[in-house]
């Protein structure tokens, strides 16, 4: 077997087998779901997500919310159709992309009164309705309730029957204070992500959030060009072998693979700039990390403002994930790709100037992933001291998440050595950089992974990208399009599957022969 015609079985039976994952979970991903249905025909908009018995496992072991509530009622039930409106008004708080209080409980409800749900409301022991249900959302998948069990960590609210009171409740739960007239940002209960390790399991999400604005912005302000179309290419091999998300591996493996018709090298010339200047031109809508994304919020780099955090925090957490999951010899690559791309593609110009004059300062290749690892670790500090002065200044900063050096002592005491304050009020760190690289490397590698590790352990059941796979570092998968012949290919990986794209050019040029003796 030729190299080329193995380079193509992997990729399709890559492709197949993330395919057939996919098609095996539901259509309505966890996330969708998540956000309330909201058509534009609709009146009132629905925010618990009603379930049934083919989705009910797959919504709660995959969604990002740390508690769930399930009520179990009849549509025939009369006290049922009053308690709706109560139900809602809390739902309110919790779910959907205009959640005030988003990431803390899914609201959902399942109709016994369906033939289709019979088993399950008998899985839950429901004796009555409605009868609500509280625990961590990975307990109901594939779980169920017995009145005599002791230990379950599966709760009956017996206090909900008003809004007032249901909220109450939680209130309880959670040691919160949430109020029915809370509106996004005011009475927030933002956990810290200075003192608890643990927190940045939740940008699991967020890195696929972030990776959709990122592409979203270069697709809305159309920002492929002659000279930028060869670093995106670049970018999009370094997320399709390390991103941290199966979903965006996937998508932007198909990206690459249909580069050529997404975005063709002639598509900057008069007869195509109709197409270019079309919404629809270049990427035109293709989703990077699927249609589950946007879901429409953040959960580890929210802020408690509006204007604070979100994308920019996503994106750094998307810059040292990749970071930490290279292999040496493809640092370089990486190095140049995130510089290349930040200096292209990201549309904040003051920002980008002094990103890429960093870049520029590096007078030596890494040999290493340690180094560029360290290097970014570094470099994202040096932003973080500059912001920390203009916000003092302007006072535009997030008051819950000012800019610190980072890691703090709270995260990783044996990181710091020694520390002494400059004469411009900054303090100056003196780190154990071995430590440092075993902090990064846990703290964006393995603890970043860990919920989706958890959600695994749940079953051997794949459902839509929520397994330990998803974040492990993939080296099999990079397929250089279009201009890739021109890019330095910075692994086996990129070596190796270059044979297929060479295979589709051949097939492609002998298509457009033929078509045009059919034309003669």
């Keep these: 077997m030729s190299m080329s015609e193995a380079s193509v079985i992997l990729i399709v039976i890559v492709l197949l087998l993330i395919s057939s994952n996919e098609a095996a979970s539901i259509q309505s991903g966890s996330r969708s779901i998540l956000r309330a ?7 009132q908009v629905d925010y618990a997500v009603d379930l049934n018995s083919t989705n009910f496992d797959a919504v709660l072991r995959n969604t990002p919310a740390a508690h769930a509530i399930v009520e179990f009622f009849a549509h025939w039930c009369p006290a049922c159709r009053n308690y709706k409106p109560q139900y809602e008004k809390v739902a309110r708080l919790f779910n959907g992309p205009d959640a005030v209080h988003p990431g803390i409980a899914l609201m959902t409800r399942v109709d016994c009164a369906l033939k289709i749900n019979n088993k399950l409301c008998d899985k839950f022991s429901v004796s009555h309705y409605p009868m609500l249900f509280w625990g961590p959302p990975s307990k109901f998948a594939s779980g169920g309730w017995e009145p005599k069990e002791e230990k379950s960590e599966i709760h009956v609210i017996d206090d909900g029957r008003t809004a007032e009171r249901l909220l109450n409740w939680i209130n309880k739960q959670l040691g919160s204070s949430y109020g029915l007239d809370d509106e996004k940002f005011e009475n927030e209960h933002l956990p810290s992500n200075i003192s608890d390790l643990g927190q940045i399991a939740r940008a699991v999400y967020d890195v696929e959030e972030a990776t959709f604005f990122a592409f979203e912005i270069i697709r809305e302000h159309k920002m492929i060009k002659p000279h930028t179309r060869a670093s995106l290419i670049k970018f999009l091999q370094l997320l399709v072998a390390h ?5 965006c591996r996937k998508g932007s493996a198909e990206v ?31 989703q990077i990390c699927g249609k589950e994304v946007p879901r429409g919020y953040w959960m580890f780099c929210r802020g408690s403002k509006n204007d604070t955090r979100g994308f920019s925090c996503g994106l750094w957490v998307v810059l040292h994930s990749l970071s930490v ?17 930040i200096n292209n593609f990201f549309i904040c110009e003051e920002c980008r100037e002094h990103f890429y004059q960093m870049c520029s300062s590096v007078t030596a290749p890494f040999n290493t992933s340690r180094d560029f690892a360290l290097w970014l670790w570094s470099t994202h500090n040096k932003v973080n001291e500059r912001l920390m002065k203009e916000e003092a200044s302007e006072g535009t900063g997030d008051p819950k998440f000012p800019k610190i050096i980072w890691p703090p002592k709270q995260l990783c005491s044996s990181c710091h050595l020694s520390s002494n304050q400059r004469e411009n009020g900054v303090g100056q760190i003196d780190w154990n950089l071995n430590e440092v690289y075993k902090f990064l490397t846990g703290y964006y ?19 839509d990208g929520a397994i330990a796979d998803l974040v492990a570092s993939t080296n099999a998968v990079v397929v250089p399009v279009g201009a890739a012949l021109a890019i330095a290919l910075a692994s086996c990986a990129f070596g190796a599957l270059a044979c297929y794209w060479r295979s589709q050019q051949k097939n492609r040029k002998y298509y457009h022969q033929l078509h045009s003796l059919k034309n003669i």
């Design 37 to 43: 249905v909201s058509s534009e025909n609709k009146a």
């Design 243 to 247: 991103h941290p998300s199966k979903r």
């Design 256 to 286: 690459l693979v249909n580069f050529d018709e997404l975005c063709p090298p002639d598509m900057w010339s008069p007869a195509k700039q109709e197409a270019v200047n079309d919404d629809k031109g270049m990427l035109g809508n293709f």
């Design 325 to 341: 999951r290279i292999e040496d010899g493809e640092s370089q690559f990486a190095f140049t790709a995130v510089c290349d791309f």
């Design 445 to 463: 590698g393995e603890t970043l992974a860990s919920l989706y590790k958890e959600k695994d352990r749940l079953g051997d059941e794949v459902t």
